[in-house]
């Protein structure tokens, strides 16, 4: 059974921050083809994809938050991790992880992230 | 990047009804669309991938279609857990693009 949760701060200040982590179960980001995204969402908006990153350490990162974006694994410990930098109340928003296998085929419940001083 | 257009963005319905849900990309995707449901709680599962495959344990009344540009989502007969938001998301080329949502809700 494949699970997917996702931790973070909760809230923090601008120009700050953001380490997500994403803590997983029913599959290994150490077999081949495996990979694990991160999409936002905020208040009442639309999704937005930001990053992904592959068994082969291969990553892909949405252009639109320039370099602000680190993915990361810990395969051992069957967890990814997101860093984004500079945070801004614009990034208030709940950010979700997912298995990917092209489309997302198992997601987390989300964790919501505020943006506030 | 790929922009992804999703009409209509609200769609009031009866149960029981037929409906359908467009995505249009920007530029051709060679089938590589997905659909997605999200609940009110935040919950989203796949629904349908690259194009027309149901994911497993997905009902059969919901069912997609499409080539090129234009792709769309038809529940056959709606039913109540049916009421939601559902997302299109093409996964031809990065970055990874999602259509705007449409609100499927109770006529």
């Known amino acids: 059974q494949v699970t997917l949760k996702e931790s973070g701060p909760g809230i923090l200040q601008p120009s700050q921050t953001l380490s997500l982590t994403c803590s997983f179960s029913?599959?290994?980001?150490?077999?081949?083809?495996?990979?694990v995204g991160w999409i936002r969402q905020s208040s009442g908006k639309g999704l937005e994809w930001l990053a992904n990153i592959w068994w082969n350490d291969d990553k892909y990162y949405n252009p639109s938050l320039k370099n602000r974006l680190t993915i990361s694994k810990d395969t051992s410990n069957n967890q990814a991790f997101l860093k984004i930098t500079n945070m801004d109340t614009a990034d208030t928003a709940t950010y979700y992880c997912?298995?990917?296998?092209?489309?997302?085929?198992?997601w987390g419940p989300g964790t919501m992230v505020t943006v506030s001083s | 990047d790929i922009q992804m257009t999703q009409s209509p963005s609200s769609l009031p319905a009866s149960l029981g009804e037929r409906v359908t849900i467009s995505c249009r990309a920007s530029?051709?995707?060679?089938?590589?669309l997905n659909w997605y449901q999200q609940k009110p709680d935040g919950t989203i599962k796949p629904l349908i991938y690259y194009t027309s495959n149901l994911q497993s344990g997905v009902p059969s009344r919901f069912s997609g279609s499409g080539s090129g540009t234009d792709y769309s989502l038809t529940i056959s007969s709606l039913e109540p857990e049916d009421f939601a938001m559902y997302y299109c998301?093409?996964?031809?080329?990065?970055?990874?693009?999602f259509g705007a949502g449409t609100k499927l809700e109770l006529k």
């Open positions: 998301q093409q996964d031809a080329s990065f970055p990874y693009t």
């Open positions: 997912a298995r990917s296998r092209g489309y997302f085929d198992f």
């Open positions: 029913g599959f290994s980001l150490s077999t081949y083809g495996m990979c």
């Open positions: 530029q051709g995707i060679s089938n590589n």
